[in-house]
């Protein structure tokens, strides 16, 4: 009944720029956060960025400066404009939020499907 539908993905080359969607939908009562994790072949999957309701915002090491978390409330739609884009950034990217449902009294994870980012020259 809850979805989290990334788009956005694709190739780009060094130094470029994506900027990645995810819209959640569903009976959805409190979103208490969205974001962004991030998972390449043979690696853990990893934290890339997090907005919470009260619009803190968390980034990896990795991407501070060159990643912007952002949302629009009304949609339940959450952001990533990735800009200087290097190969280490290439992974599938998911994205995270953690809810409150509408038949629901606590928050709980939920995940979406995950978009390939491949950055190559």
Sequence with gaps: QVQLVESGGGLVQ????????????GSINSIYAMGWHRQAPGKQRELVAVVTRGGSTNYADSVKGRFTISRDNAKNTVYLQMNSLKPDDTAVYYCYGNFIANWGTRAHDYWGQGTQVTVSS
């Design 14 to 25: 060094p130094g470029g720029s994506l900027r990645l969607s995810c819209a959640a939908s």
